[in-house]
């Protein structure tokens, strides 16, 4: 398995060779490590790649010769990883960086079309974390934000949020416990079902896996999506 240490090698060696600017050697390490993702590693790999992702943009950030509009995209890449994770907490974290410098770019957002769809998209993820959270501040200030920095995307956001369907998740999930421990909770469930097959109903051996390892390793009583959500129809 690849680890940490050999993922920042490989991307401490892809930023030596490159001739090119920072950004460009972290678009070439971004493409590689999607490569890798491929081959479907394991959780406690995605875990490590999106920390060394975050570690390189953090470094590429403090580079004078660095776009404001570059190290948005890369932040708002890191966020969007954390957010497949499922990993809320961290996802908001890099995509209010990337936000944040989507603010000081001097480039006109609404004529760069590529640059306002990941801006949408990254508003519209942080709204779904808000929800998932219960944090209406955040939700508040997020929506201010979106107002300054691009106007013409927030009522979409707010149309793709009326369209998504509710679904009630346990309360457990929006504990800072929770996220504690997630990373470690995703690597036992998945060496739980290492040889399950990925198909229809594969959710309901996964859930039932994370039911049992919280109950038996936190003491936690967790209630599926199945459960609590009767009226709709998972596979």
């Known amino acids: ?3 940490a240490d050999k993922l920042t090698a490989t991307i401490d060696a892809l930023l030596r060779e490159s001739g090119e600017k920072p950004s460009d050697a972290y678009a070439a390490a971004l493409f590689a490590e999607h490569e890798r993702q491929a081959a479907k590693p394991t959780i406690p790999f995605q875990y490590a790649a999106m920390s060394e992702m975050a570690r390189l943009v953090e470094r590429c950030a403090l580079s004078p010769s660095e776009s404001a509009k570059d190290i948005a995209a890369a932040w708002n890449e890191v966020g969007g990883g954390y957010f497949s994770l499922g990993h809320y907490p961290w996802a908001a974290k890099y995509y209010e960086k990337a936000l944040a410098a989507f603010e000081r770019s001097d480039d006109k957002l609404a004529d760069d079309e590529e640059l306002s769809e990941r801006l949408e998209q990254c508003l519209y993820d942080l709204a779904v ?3 998932v959270l219960g944090d209406e501040q ?3 200030m997020l929506l201010a934000t979106a107002g300054r920095i691009l106007p013409a995307c927030v009522e979409g956001i707010k149309k793709r949020l009326g369209k998504r369907e509710r679904i009630k998740r346990d309360p457990f999930e929006a504990t800072a416990r929770y996220f504690e421990i997630l990373p470690e909770l995703d ?5 739980e079902l290492a040889d399950a097959p990925r198909g229809m109903g594969f959710c309901f051996k996964y859930w039932k896996a ?3 390892i919280l109950r038996r390793d936190y003491n936690v ?3 599926s999506p199945n459960v609590l959500n009767p009226h709709i129809r998972f596979d």
Do not use: F
């Not at 690597?187 to 060496?191: H, M």
């Open 221 to 223: 009583e967790w209630h």
């Open 1 to 3: 398995m690849l680890t």
């Open 210 to 212: 994370k039911g049992e």
């Open 129 to 131: 974390i808000c929800g």
């Open 138 to 140: 955040r939700a508040a």
């Open 187 to 191: 690597t036992k469930i998945e060496a």
